[in-house]
């Protein structure tokens, strides 16, 4: 099975600072990588897909990228609606595995 | 606009059965894979089962194969997952999600305790 190990576990950040979370996985994925913010006692709502590609609706300071195995989520200037949970999905092979999140709060 | 709606939920003893439902509007269900993710009280989110277009092809998890059955009814834009033998790690809130691109919709969840 392919293991998503995400980092860090929690974050906290002031408003419009620049954060980063990161998810490495086992083995190839190529651009499988799709991220995910979930708010207390709500579904998950899709952020980026394809690795790099922003999900309709969702704002600019979100960003993807890829750097080998490693998958990088960025937010470029952190606002207070962005606070919640991230997990990245590998859907290259069954099992599908999501990234163990990572907690953003408010500094 | 896309909705998908969950039910079937609730409290079920271990080792009994139980059938969830979701009901998709809003897209043409029959043009894409479903799947069903899990997430267990304060924890982070599993993957259960993914079902193919015409419902030939199936993908689980060995923590749900072989008690986990995905399906789904086109005519009815309807998907289900009946889960047998359930045991308390099975406890989560389930949510019905379209596989596009990953998964671009999730439905609201429904809540399944195991326990006795």
């Known amino acids: 099975d392919i293991q998503m190990t995400q980092s860090p576990a929690s974050l906290s950040a002031s408003l419009e600072e620049i954060v980063t979370i990161t998810c490495q996985a086992s083995?190839?994925?190529?651009?499988?990588l799709s991220w995910y913010q979930q708010k207390p006692g709500k579904s998950p709502q899709l952020l980026i897909y394809?690795?790099?590609s922003l999900a309709d609706g969702v704002p600019s300071r979100f960003s993807g990228s890829r750097s080998g195995t490693q998958y990088s989520l960025k937010i470029s200037r952190l606002q207070v609606e962005d606070i919640g949970i991230y997990y990245c999905?590998?859907?290259?092979?069954?099992?599908?595995?999501f990234g163990g999140g990572t907690k953003l709060e408010l500094k | 606009e896309v909705q998908l709606v969950e039910s079937g939920g609730g409290l079920v003893q271990p080792g009994r059965s139980l059938k969830l439902s979701c009901a998709a509007s809003?897209?043409?269900?029959?043009?894409?894979?479903m799947a069903w993710v899990r997430q267990a009280p304060k924890k982070g989110l599993e993957w259960v089962a993914t079902?193919?277009?015409?419902?030939?092809?199936?993908y689980y998890p060995d923590s749900v194969k072989g008690r986990f059955t995905i399906s789904r009814d086109n005519a009815k834009s309807s998907l289900y997952l009946q889960m047998n033998s359930l045991k308390s790690e099975d406890t989560a809130t389930y949510y019905c999600?379209?596989?596009?691109?990953?998964?671009?919709?999730w439905g609201q969840g429904v809540m399944v305790t195991v326990s006795s």
């Open positions: 079902i193919s277009t015409s419902g030939s092809r199936t």
């Open positions: 999600a379209r596989v596009n691109r990953g998964v671009d919709y």
């Open positions: 083995q190839d994925i190529g651009n499988w």
């Open positions: 999905l590998q859907a290259y092979s069954a099992p599908w595995t």
């Open positions: 394809g690795a790099t």
């Open positions: 809003g897209f043409t269900f029959s043009n894409y894979y």
